[in-house]
């Protein structure tokens, strides 16, 4: 369970108008973005808001998506209406340590949207020291 | 993008043995409890690892899985050798608060799990405050 959790929210970004509105182009982004640091995506799933045959209700429109890794998995939405994006992606340090190949991918992935305002947080999940901190029971 | 994540890891949990190794068991429990509250999931997608057949390097097993939900993610990974599991709900405020309905689905996937110990955590994410705390260029 030991891994590292990465949060970002992204603000006016002046990227391709496309990553924000296009489930096809934003998925081959996320994708590609995990495999090029040997990240492993097992399966995923983007929807596009805004298609009046779904009834979505957020009708400004968007993409929210979610590539489910060997290594834990990586959850994009957008708001094409403000150019805002939120990331998160978690990776566990099962057989090896991920954590510089999750902040590639971040870093691409935020290159890609090119935002003006940035906030990034960095989780640690899963130490054993957060583990005795709190007990629900025992 | 305004909205909470709630983050969680769970401990040496007592709940039912299915819910870590069994996808299909793991997959009805997160979309009812997503959907009891009034949460809309989108899709999912959930993996089960010890597959020989997928060659997964997880041999130990354990499920990971992702619900696209209107309001955001879900998202949950299990690791059956320690009875250890993390949880991120991801709720935005798009068009109604969705934060009691967030904290209703995390206390119930806990309860489900039973773990002896527990850390969880409450992030806001999406805050004007926060936007203007940080600049990537501008």
Known sequence: MHGLHLIA??????????????????????IDACREPGLTPLGDLFHQ????????????????GAVVLAESHLAVHTWPETKGVTLDLYVCNFSQD?????????????AAF????????????????????TSAGD
Chains 1, 2 share one sequence.
């Open 49 to 64: 808001f805004g298609d009046r045959r779904s009834g979505d209700h957020r009708q400004a429109g968007g993409v929210t």
């Open 9 to 30: 929210e992204l603000y006016a970004c002046r990227g391709d108008q496309r990553l924000f509105d296009d489930a096809a182009i934003l998925r081959e982004l996320c």
């Open 98 to 110: 991920n954590r510089v190949a999750a902040r590639q991918v971040s870093a691409r992935l935020i």
């Open 114 to 133: 090119a935002p003006t305002r940035l906030i990034e947080r960095e989780i640690e999940r899963g130490t054993p020291m957060l583990a005795a901190a």
